[in-house]
T-cell receptor, first 112, second 113 residues
Framework: GQNIDQPTEMTATEGAIVQINCTYQTSGFNGLFWYQQHAGEAPTFLSYNVLDGLEEKGRFSSFLSRSKGYSYLLLKELQMKDSASYLCAVREAGAGSYQLTFGKGTKLSVIP | EAGVTQFPSHSVIEKGQTVTLRCDPISGHDNLYWYRRVMGKEIKFLLHFVKESKQDESGMPNNRFLAERTGGTYSTLKVQPAELEDSGVYFC???????????FGPGTRLTVT
């Protein structure tokens, strides 16, 4: 089984940088995903890490350390529209199993 | 390109009734997944189709839930009979290859009263 932990809520100021952490414990690992979800909408894919290191995509970056079971999502130059829930999800390694296991999500509030 | 669509967006039914949820994946995506989020909990996996075959249904809670994907295109998830604990948001996702990212639909909010 898997256990994924991320902070419940965070608040940050417009224009600032925020880091959302995610720790996981898994019997197998086949990638970590970050999704953004605005209230009442579909989760939207942000990033994917399967190897250790930093993946950068515009204002968003995601980091992974497999040995530590740790990832973070870094959001730069925060905008009001970045207020949303950010979901950390791990894909488990295993024959025929490609399901994602999600954390409860981090609700980010961006304030002026 | 159209995204994943789900119907209905909301459904309110009484305990003991039957409800059928529909998911249309992105065209060309062989992999289709169902997930559920109950109040206050995380999104949880229900099952995974590859084309019309069930690849993994380890997350299905019990035999009141039946998922089908005849023809390998759209999928339905039927709950019969519905219980109060089935209330939640049911998400569908699809991916081109199982190793690729999954694209989610907006979900169906099911309320069982």
């Amino acid at each position: 089984g898997q256990n994924i932990d991320q902070p419940t809520e965070m608040t940050a100021t417009e224009g600032a940088i925020v880091q959302i952490n995610c720790t996981y414990q898994t019997s197998g690992f086949n990638g970590l995903f970050w999704y953004q979800q605005h209230a009442g909408e579909a989760p939207t894919f942000l990033s994917y890490n399967v190897l250790d290191g930093l993946e950068e995509k515009g204002r968003f970056s995601s980091f992974l350390s497999r040995s530590k079971g740790y990832s973070y999502l870094l959001l730069k130059e925060l905008q009001m529209k970045d207020s949303a829930s950010y979901l950390c999800a791990v894909r488990e390694a295993g024959a025929g199993s490609y399901q994602l296991t999600f954390g409860k999500g981090t609700k980010l509030s961006v304030i002026p | 390109e159209a995204g994943v669509t789900q119907f209905p967006s909301h459904s309110v039914i009484e305990k003991g009734q039957t409800v059928t949820l529909r998911c249309d994946p992105i065209s060309g995506h062989d992999n289709l997944y169902w997930y559920r989020r109950v109040m206050g909990k995380e999104i949880k996996f229900l099952l995974h189709f590859v084309k019309e075959s069930k690849q993994d249904e380890s997350g299905m809670p019990n035999n009141r839930f039946l998922a089908e994907r005849t023809g390998g295109t759209y999928s339905t998830l039927k709950v019969q009979p519905a219980e109060l604990e089935d209330s939640g948001v049911y998400f569908c996702a699809s991916s081109q290859e199982h190793t690729y990212e999954q694209y989610f639909g907006p979900g169906t909010r099911l309320t069982v009263t």
